[in-house]
Every structure is written in structure tokens, then in C-alpha cells.
């Protein structure tokens, strides 16, 4: 295991910090923005994006006193430009726009985009040495190593948003890289940990969409739901950590309280705990390497169990999956990435059912393997053709795989 995250230097502070908001109008979004108000004086905005919800990202924009609003889809461009009328602010639409949004001179820029959609805006970031905030996994899944090449090769410090990662980027601190023994991630288990396989083979959209600690997007509460999100979070580690597969574990622990803790070589073992309230890794974040006030504080007092417990890739067979693409290498983790990300699309227009997710991840990797679509990404452009063509073959499998009884 080597020194990452990158650079881990404090970057140089001036009295106001300017930020961008990939992703403003989300779930991680609307938690950085509820800390930037607060602190309004210590904040200027310099850009914010959406997909689509032109309306609720202008009126952002204008609250917030951005220069800049882009939304990804070219179709919302009007809808966004009237909202913006008279306000002075630059409107913008399309994925160069996304682009765009990203290399304005902010310091500090969010990467809260959903999916693989988020790998050119948040590497645009970091190829201007940007400090960057990286709450999006599914880049890191796509082209982690080119991503994590390009941004120390540009001098950029990547800050682990994700609540687990963040957690081992803290515990980290107490001690040297090369006496860390393991990492351990936590997982709430989600809505289906307790449950028998044959019942969450018949879960609902409803059921899914019902994470018992994390109120979060759509997307990533799915991910929980099949604990995919736990498999493309070891991939994710790997990355930001530079650690080998073995020396990544992951423990239920249905409380959500502890987020991650390092394994050090004496037999310490220091964790980071904290409210499952993603204000408080934005906040480390954000005024890193000091600290500012994050969410309601821990209580002790009224906290009567702390459990951990294996995760059992029989009844979540995405962990295993994960597992797998990290040992094949080459393009497989793109290959789940986009598999998945069309998989959670697809259920969540009730177009399969929930085992389906991890069987047409399955089937699109295996078909990948066939076709030789797994070669090792040279280049983001590669990653990006290998993303284009795993969710196509998803798409072709999807009919086949719906029909199946699983
Ligand atoms: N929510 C959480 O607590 C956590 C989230 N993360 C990660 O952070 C990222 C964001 O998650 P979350 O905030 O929950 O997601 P949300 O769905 O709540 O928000 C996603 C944001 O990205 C925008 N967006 C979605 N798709 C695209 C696209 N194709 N192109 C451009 N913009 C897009 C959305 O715009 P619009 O509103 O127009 O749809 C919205 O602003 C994910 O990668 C997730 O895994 C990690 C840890 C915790
Ligand atoms: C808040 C956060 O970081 C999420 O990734 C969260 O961990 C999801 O919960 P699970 O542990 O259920 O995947
Ligand atoms: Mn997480």
C-alpha cells in the first residue's frame, strides 16, 4: 500500500474559497450547499450542473450567486437560459458544458454526478490540479487508473467524499502507509440484510428504495439495496488507497455509525464514527485539513449496540461480482460499471426484477469476455468505448435476462 489520496497537501487558502457543484441539484449537492449557506461569506460559487431539472438548478444558481449553470441535457437549455433571465449568469447545456463547468477556476470542485456520466467533468477538474471533492465512485470503477494517474500527474488532491472512504482517509492519519494491515469498509447491509434469499428475489422497487439509514439518490440507494454499492466501493478503494484486493475487507454493521477503520500492523485498529448524515464527510472536505461544523453530534448515551457481521455473497451476489472484475482486471470493472448502471435504470423503470440486476451484470460481463471487449483501457477514450459497448450488450441481454425465473 503506497501514500494516497493524492497529494494530501493543504491547498493554499485565501480568505473565500471558490467552489463548483457537479451535481448541485442532488442528494450530495443539497448537503454541500446546506454547509456553503451557512457559511455564506467564506463561499463564492463559481459553477453549478444538472441533468436535466433546469428549473431547480437556476434558481440555485441565482441563491447562491454562481457565474455559471450547466445542465447536461441540450434539451433543457431553454427552460434553463428563461430561469436565468436578467440574472447575469452564463447558461450552458451538453456534455461539453459539463466540461466546461468543471475547468472554470474554482479551487474546490464537488464531483457529485451520478454514474460513469461523471468522468470527463470531474478529470477536467483535476487535469487544472483543482482540489476535488470526489463523492462520484462509478469514475473511479470506469477508469480508476488512468483517473488517479492523470490527477497526480496534474497535481490534484482527490478528497474521498464517500462516507467509508473518507472514514479510512481519517484513520489513515494515525498512522504510516506501510504499517496499515487492512482496510475495512463498513455496510449498513441495506434494506435486504436480514432477508431470505427467496424474498429478496421478490423485492420490490418500493422495498429497494428504502435504505434504512442513508437518505440518498436513486441510484446509489439501489446499489445498497443489492449491495453493488459495496462492491464498486472496494473498487473504489483500491483505487484512492492504492491497496490490493486482500487487504480490503468489508463488515455489516447495520447501524451505519462506524464508516471505515484501518488496521494497522501493532494490531490498532483506528475507525472514524460519526451520524450517518453525509454533511459530516462533505464538511471534512470542505475545509480540509480544519475543520467546520458538519450535522448533529453522536450520542453515546443512546446508542445501545454496535454490530458487525460477515457480508454474505450468496444472498448478494454483486459483492461477489465486484470481487471478480477487481481480480480479472483490464476493462472488467468498466464492463460491471456500465452493466450495472443500465441494470439499476432498467429496474427502476420496472423493467426487471431485482435479482435481475446482478444476473444481466453477469451475463454482460461473461459476453464481454466472449467478445473480447475486456481489453485494458489505454486511455479514457478506451475506457469510454469499453463503458459505450458493456451497455450496449446490456441493453441486447436485458429482454433475456427480464424473461428469466431467477
Ligand atoms: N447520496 C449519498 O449520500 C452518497 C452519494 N455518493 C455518490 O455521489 C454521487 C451522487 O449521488 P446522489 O447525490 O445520491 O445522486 P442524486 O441522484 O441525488 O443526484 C445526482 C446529481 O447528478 C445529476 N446527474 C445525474 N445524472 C447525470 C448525468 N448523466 N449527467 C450530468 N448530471 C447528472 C443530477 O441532476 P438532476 O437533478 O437534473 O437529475 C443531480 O444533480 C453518486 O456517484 C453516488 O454514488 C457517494 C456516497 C454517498
Ligand atoms: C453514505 C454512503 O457512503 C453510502 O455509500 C452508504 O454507505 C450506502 O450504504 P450501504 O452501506 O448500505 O451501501
Ligand atoms: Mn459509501
Known amino acids: 500500500m503506497s501514500a494516497v489520496p493524492l497529494n494530501p497537501t493543504p491547498p493554499a487558502r485565501t480568505s473565500e474559497l471558490s467552489v463548483t457543484l457537479l451535481g448541485a441539484t442532488g442528494s450530495i449537492g443539497s448537503s454541500t450547499i446546506d454547509l456553503i449557506r451557512r457559511s455564506r461569506d467564506r463561499y463564492r460559487v463559481e459553477a453549478v450542473t444538472a441533468a436535466r431539472n433546469a428549473t431547480a438548478l437556476a434558481a440555485l444558481a441565482r441563491d447562491l450567486g454562481a457565474r455559471f449553470a450547466a445542465v447536461a441535457d441540450p434539451a433543457c437549455y431553454d427552460e434553463l437560459k428563461a430561469a436565468l433571465a436578467g440574472s447575469g449568469i452564463a447558461a450552458a447545456a451538453g456534455e461539453e458544458a459539463l466540461v466546461e463547468a468543471a475547468e472554470r477556476p474554482a479551487d474546490w470542485v464537488m464531483a457529485a454526478i451520478t454514474g460513469a456520466a461523471s468522468l470527463r467533468p470531474t478529470l477536467a477538474a483535476a487535469e487544472r490540479g483543482a482540489v476535488v471533492a470526489l463523492a462520484n465512485k462509478e469514475c473511479l470503477v470506469c477508469a480508476g487508473s488512468l483517473f488517479m494517474r492523470r490527477a497526480a500527474a496534474a497535481g490534484a488532491t482527490v478528497l474521498p467524499v464517500d462516507s467509508e472512504h473518507n472514514a479510512v482517509f481519517q484513520s489513515l492519519s494515525a498512522g504510516t502507509r506501510a504499517d496499515v494491515k487492512r482496510i475495512i469498509l463498513t455496510a449498513s447491509g441495506g434494506p ?152 439499476v435504470a432498467a429496474f427502476i423503470d420496472r423493467r426487471i426484477g431485482f435479482p435481475h440486476i446482478a444476473a444481466l451484470v453477469e451475463a454482460t460481463l461473461e459476453a464481454s469476455a466472449a467478445r473480447g471487449v475486456l481489453r485494458e483501457p489505454e486511455a479514457i477514450a478506451d475506457a469510454l468505448a469499453v463503458d459505450h459497448t458493456a451497455r450496449s450488450l446490456a441493453r441486447d441481454l436485458l429482454p433475456e435476462i427480464a424473461a428469466k425465473a431467477i
Open 192 to 343: 435486504f440484510r436480514s432477508w431470505p434469499l427467496e424474498a429478496i428475489r421478490q423485492a420490490t422497487l418500493e422495498q429497494a428504495l428504502k435504505h434504512p439509514n442513508w437518505s440518498m439518490g436513486p441510484k446509489i440507494t439501489i446499489d445498497s439495496a443489492s449491495m453493488m454499492n459495496k462492491g464498486l466501493e472496494i473498487i473504489e478503494a483500491h483505487h484512492l488507497f492504492d491497496a490490493a484486493p486482500e487487504e480490503i475487507d468489508v463488515l455489516v454493521h447495520p447501524q451505519s455509525i462506524v464508516h471505515g477503520m484501518v488496521e494497522f500492523r501493532d494490531g490498532s485498529v483506528v475507525a472514524q464514527l460519526g451520524p450517518p448524515d453525509m454533511r459530516v464527510p462533505i464538511a471534512h472536505c470542505l475545509a480540509w485539513p480544519a475543520r467546520i461544523a458538519g450535522a448533529n453530534r453522536l450520542t453515546f448515551a443512546q446508542m445501545t449496540t454496535l454490530t458487525f457481521e460477515e457480508p454474505d455473497e450468496v444472498r448478494f451476489p454483486a459483492l461477489r461480482l465486484a470481487r471478480e472484475v477487481l481480480r480479472t482486471g483490464q476493462g472488467a470493472p468498466t464492463v460491471l460499471n456500465a452493466a450495472n448502471e443500465i441494470a
